[in-house]
């Protein structure tokens, strides 16, 4: 059971990149790495998923390190509207998908 | 991405009865479905793993008598919350595991609130 870590809270400026870190140092060999963004009274909503090196999608990337003991969700240019929470997830198969306490970034005007 | 969908988004009942929630997946088969529970300004907790024509897996902590899970389609698992009472109260969001590509995901739906009176 991999457990994560990640910052609590983190402000950004509308128009900048920012780049949110994850810790799991007990991921095993079939865990994935997933991101979700959870907004108010909402269910998560998927972002990202990767396995090892960097992954990139419309809307996000995902940078994983070869021993892959932490990863960085990495999102380009932020606007009010990704003021969300950030869960960082890592799983698969048998392993289910326990949520840590998520990042809340706040974007400033 | 695929589609999760849960019924009803929100309901509220008196205290004793019972209520359930239906989870659907809308344009894939999910063998495993799960069940998270989400108290406000809280992450989400994993209540239980549901899998299709099989008993639903139960987390430390959780009364399977009193949140009954059936799993009979490939398509619909349902969480059946038996004599709700206040403390039931909170925000019940189900998933799904998709399996069709290289990896698995898991897509959720978009939560039902609960309110008992």
């Known amino acids: 059971l991999a457990k994560t870590t990640q910052p609590i809270s983190m402000d950004s400026y509308e128009g900048q990149e920012v780049n949110i870190t994850c810790s799991h140092n007990?991921?095993?060999?079939?865990?994935?790495i997933t991101w979700y963004q959870q907004f108010p009274s909402q269910g998560p909503r998927f972002i990202i998923q990767?396995?090892?090196t960097k992954v990139t999608n419309e809307v996000a990337s995902l940078f994983i390190p070869a021993d892959r003991k932490s990863s960085t969700l990495s999102l380009p240019r932020v606007s009010l509207s990704d003021t969300a929470v950030y869960y960082c997830?890592?799983?698969?198969?048998?392993?289910?998908?326990?949520f840590g306490t998520g990042t809340r970034l706040t974007v400033i005007p | 991405g695929a589609v999760v969908s849960q019924h009803p988004s929100w309901v509220i009942c008196k205290s004793g009865t019972s209520v359930k929630i239906e989870c659907r997946s809308l344009?894939?088969?999910?063998?495993?479905m799960f069940w998270y529970r989400q108290f406000p300004k809280q992450s989400l907790m994993l209540m239980a793993t549901?899998?299709?024509?099989?008993?639903?897996?139960?987390e430390q902590g959780v009364e399977k008598d009193k949140f009954l899970i059936n799993h009979a389609s490939l398509t619909l698992s349902t969480l059946t919350v038996t004599s709700a009472h206040p403390e039931d109260s909170s925000f019940y969001i189900c998933s799904a595991r998709d399996n069709r590509g290289s990896q698995e995901t898991q897509y959720f739906g978009p939560g039902t609130r609960l309110l008992v009176l």
């Open positions: 549901s899998n299709e024509g099989s008993k639903a897996t139960y």
């Open positions: 997830l890592v799983g698969a198969g048998a392993n289910n998908l326990f």
């Open positions: 990767g396995y090892k």
């Open positions: 344009d894939f088969q999910a063998t495993t």
């Open positions: 007990n991921i095993a060999t079939n865990d994935y």
